[in-house]
């Protein structure tokens, strides 16, 4: 009787070594499964530029504006990349850049030529959920302090820009120059 319990509580004939490796694999693969829950929980906030210009939709484009308690800026909402590791390391976050509701995205396509960035009507949990990256609509986060950079992955060195007030913000692979390619993220609760 004895050697039918100890093969009841050791899983047949499959020994307690095994049974324990298959609960670890078990619990390593629901432990990356709610990573994954978390990490897509999105973060909505409003964009400044360093010269407390905002973020407002103006038509189907972004332009900047001096903030004042008059002015709304858009809601922009990030969510993070499901396949980080497909894209290049070292560059900052790869994330989603949804504008108002989210229904619009931020989009990096060529035109003449020369990448641009677009407004897109897509809806940023559809971009999320697709089986891969969906790179014209990615970019590198990178946070310095509270500043932040918007690097373009589908055009590498081209950066979310902005420059005069009622202008709208562009790609620029200028850094330093009279373009402004840091921003702050306000975050809202």
């Known amino acids: 009787m004895k050697n039918n319990e100890e093969k009841i509580f050791n899983g047949g004939d499959v020994g307690l070594g095994s049974w324990r490796a298959g609960l670890l694999a078990s619990i390593a693969i629901f432990s990356e ?3 994954i829950l978390s990490s897509s929980s999105d973060m909505t906030g409003s964009v400044s530029d360093l010269d407390h210009q905002v973020w407002i939709l103006q038509g189907q484009m972004l332009v900047t504006v001096p903030r004042t308690n008059s002015v709304a800026s858009v809601t922009v ?11 290049e390391q070292g ?10 509701n989210p229904d619009m ?3 990096c ?8 960035l677009q ?4 809806k940023i949990l559809d971009l999320y959920n697709q089986p891969e990256p969906v790179k014209p609509f990615l970019f590198y986060h990178a946070q310095t302090g ?15 820009a902005s420059s005069k007030k009622g202008q709208p913000i562009f790609l620029t692979s200028e850094q330093g120059k009279s373009y402004n390619i840091n921003f702050n993220f306000y975050r809202k609760p």
């Open 33 to 35: 499964y709610l990573n």
């Open 77 to 87: 909402t990030v969510l993070p990349c499901k396949y980080p590791e497909s894209l």
């Open 91 to 100: 560059k900052g976050n790869p994330i989603y850049l949804g504008i108002q």
């Open 105 to 107: 995205c931020l989009c």
């Open 109 to 116: 396509e060529e035109t003449d030529g020369q990448p641009t």
């Open 119 to 122: 407004l897109k009507e897509e």
């Open 146 to 160: 509270t500043t932040s950079t918007f690097e373009s992955v589908a055009f590498s060195g081209w950066f979310i």
